[in-house]
């Protein structure tokens, strides 16, 4: 009676029977259990677990002893097999075993595996170009680019026709911005197969990234001559003027960055602009004004700094801060100091030779003191002092 005959009762039945045959019954004098694990009988699962890791089939990790300190005889046969056969065989099965770990995305098994290939040395080239190629492949996706490089020449090398050898380059050299040698690579590659869109979509982005980089260099080269000219139209319309720059030792903080630019950076002869300092040396206070025409006068920067609160004007130390009220002085080139009429253009001081105004540090440094104060701030000025304030 065959066994699609029986009834699931007997056939449950049977089952037991068969059972009960194979089942290991102790007779007088044997282990309780039988010798394949009467020795595991005592042992933690931790145990149990280190001694079937020992065994190749349930390995999760190397184990090269025999758990007593001596060799693991039996992972040393199955690698004794590995290289069991002619080298092109041995080679191929650790080709096969690496393509296996590449599908599964195991790239750095994959490569280990056709290292190990390649180490076989056989003589057959297409085993070898590959692996070679293989190994590449892996290392592209690791982002090893130069040993992908490396492999992908030893490639060409062997068949000067592989285009995945062209391809995986490509891309590699594109990675580590060497776009010259990716596009010669490519380039190269559709000298071989000229319809390969893999390339050519590569060798694209290549030239593109290669367009924009020039177009970028352009561009600099461009802003850097611009640059240059306004400099110099700048420097000369100075020079033309004969207005004198000097430099502080401590320049003020809102000066670090300041510049002298032209209203028309093409134009020489358009106004001058700088930044201001407008001084309070009796009341120790100051007014920074980022842009100054050099046609203003003092009096219209005094109506621009005094346009404030009313409560400001009540504090008793700014009693006579009225623009009639008050006097404008800037610092001369030898250290002392020349009262500047309210209504004059700035560049008029500039020009003027003697006694000769300089802008400090790029920009208009000008004193204000009151009338009732002046004679009195003018007595303590000291010219040494100013002097030494001055870059050397």
């Known amino acids: ?90 080679a191929t099965n650790f080709k096969n075993q690496g393509n296996d770990a590449y599908k599964g995305k195991q ?81 190269y590659g559709l000298t071989v197969d000229p319809s390969n869109k893999d390339v050519k979509a590569v060798l694209d982005k290549v030239v593109a990234k290669q367009k924009s980089i020039e177009e970028a260099r352009l561009k600099k080269e461009r802003e850097l001559e611009h640059k240059k000219m306004v400099q110099s139209i700048l420097d000369n319309s100075i020079k033309l003027r004969h207005y004198t720059i000097i430099k502080s030792s401590a320049p003020a903080d809102l000066l670090e960055d300041a510049k002298i630019r032209l209203e028309d950076e093409k134009d020489y002869e358009s106004q001058l602009i700088f930044p ?29 700094v005094l346009n404030r609160p009313r409560e400001w004007f009540e504090d008793p130390k700014h009693k006579d801060f009225t623009v009639k009220k008050l006097e404008c002085y800037m610092e001369t080139e030898t250290g002392g100091l020349i009262k500047v009429g309210k209504k004059i253009s700035i560049n008029n001081a500039l020009m003027n030779e003697k006694p000769k105004a300089p802008l400090f540090d790029n920009g208009l440094r000008l004193y204000v003191v009151p009338k009732t104060q002046s004679a009195d701030w003018l007595s303590k000025w000291s010219k040494e002092a100013a002097l030494a304030k001055r870059q050397m």
């Open 276 to 304: 201001a300092m407008i001084l309070y040396p009796t009341t120790d206070e100051f007014d920074f004004i980022a842009e100054v025409g050099e046609l203003t006068s003092p009096l219209e920067i005094l109506e621009m």
């Open 1 to 90: 009676m065959s066994a699609q005959d029986l009834t699931e009762d007997q056939l449950h039945d049977k089952l037991i029977s068969e059972w009960e045959k194979r089942r290991y019954v102790p007779k007088h004098g044997d282990p309780a259990l039988p010798p394949q694990l009467s020795e595991l009988h005592d042992k933690s699962t931790e145990d149990v677990m280190k001694e079937l890791n020992r065994l190749p089939f349930f390995m999760t990790e190397l184990d090269e002893t025999d758990g007593e300190g001596g060799e693991n005889e039996t992972l040393e046969a199955l690698r004794t097999l590995v290289y069991d056969g002619e080298p092109h065989e041995i």
């Open 107 to 187: 790239y750095k098994v994959a490569i280990e595996y056709y290292t190990k290939g390649l180490e076989v040395e056989c003589d057959d080239k297409s085993i070898n170009t590959a692996l070679l190629s293989n190994r590449a492949a892996c290392n592209l996706e690791l982002k090893n680019y130069r040993k992908c490089i490396e492999d992908c020449k030893k490639v060409l090398s062997i068949d000067e026709s592989n285009i995945k050898a062209c391809y995986r380059a490509g891309r590699a050299f594109f990675a580590v911005e060497r776009y010259e040698e990716a596009q010669q690579i490519l380039e």
